[in-house]
């Protein structure tokens, strides 16, 4: 599956902003979804993913309560709204692919995902 990662760009410190992740597979519902992000200087780490069907979903703590994952089967996306944004939250945001079912996955490692996209970069200015 092939992944296309859109929306980021420069935002203000307590504003939103959303991303949104399209698959290219029609059997992208059969992968589980996740959101790691890059910040300069930083190791890649674990926002948010989403299960199969939407139903289940888990965050970093420091993304919880502010970022919401969404997925969209009928259109193979999958989005990531982000309130509240903090200068912390600037950073290379990319979207992956694993067919590890969720249950046999842990979300927040990076080995588990098979497929990543080009990422996109997200600003937030303090």
């Known amino acids: 599956v092939q992944l296309q990662a859109s929306g980021g760009g420069l935002v203000q410190a307590g504003g939103s902003l959303g991303i949104s992740c399209a698959a290219s597979?029609?059997?992208?519902?059969?992968?589980?979804m996740g959101w790691f992000r890059q910040a300069p200087g930083r190791e890649r780490e674990f926002v948010a993913a989403?299960?199969?069907?939407?139903?289940?979903?888990t965050y970093s703590d420091s993304v919880k309560g502010r970022f919401t994952v969404a997925r969209d089967n009928a259109k193979n996306t999958v989005s990531l709204q982000m309130n509240s944004l903090k200068p912390e939250d600037t950073a290379v945001y990319y979207c992956?692919?694993?067919?590890?079912?969720?249950?046999?996955?842990?979300?927040?490692?990076?080995?588990?995902?098979?497929?990543w996209g080009q990422g996109t970069q997200v600003t937030v200015s303090s």
């Open positions: 992956a692919a694993s067919d590890v079912t969720w249950l046999a996955l842990v979300q927040r490692e990076q080995r588990g995902y098979g497929y």
């Open positions: 597979a029609r059997t992208a519902s059969t992968y589980v």
């Open positions: 989403v299960s199969r069907s939407g139903a289940a979903t």
